[in-house]
């Protein structure tokens, strides 16, 4: 099982950014990839963005241009850098890591972090 402890979230403005970290721990030698997942207030958790260990990545069409995923040298640590931020950004982000088990993969979550944007 994989240990993610996310931190930067808050309050901002429409315009202004934050960045987001996740820290993972315990096996992380079988994460194959990690993201961010969103959810807004009545809404279901759907992905924003991912990374993969080979370094693809992949982006909701509503964070294209504005937002920014990136990991870490020793690939434990992913960030998520917000500019441009909007009202709609608001809501739980979620970090997300991918691990190799048996002849599948697991998924495990960090506890979330709220993000608020005020207009």
């Known amino acids: 099982q994989v240990q993610l402890v996310e931190s930067g979230g808050g309050l901002v403005q429409a315009g202004g950014s934050l960045r987001l970290a996740c820290a993972a721990s315990?096996?992380?030698?079988?994460?194959?990839?990690m993201g961010w997942y969103r959810r807004s207030p009545g809404k279901q958790r759907d992905v924003v963005a991912t990374i993969t260990t080979s370094g693809y990545t992949t982006y909701a069409d509503s964070v294209k241009g504005r937002f920014t995923i990136s990991r870490s040298n020793a690939g434990s640590t992913v960030y998520l850098q917000m500019n441009h931020m909007k009202p709609e950004d608001t809501g739980v982000y979620y970090c997300n890591a991918r691990a190799v088990e048996g002849t599948g993969v697991r998924d495990d979550w960090g506890q979330g972090t709220q993000v608020t944007v005020s207009s």
């Open positions: 315990r096996n992380t030698f079988r994460i194959v990839s």
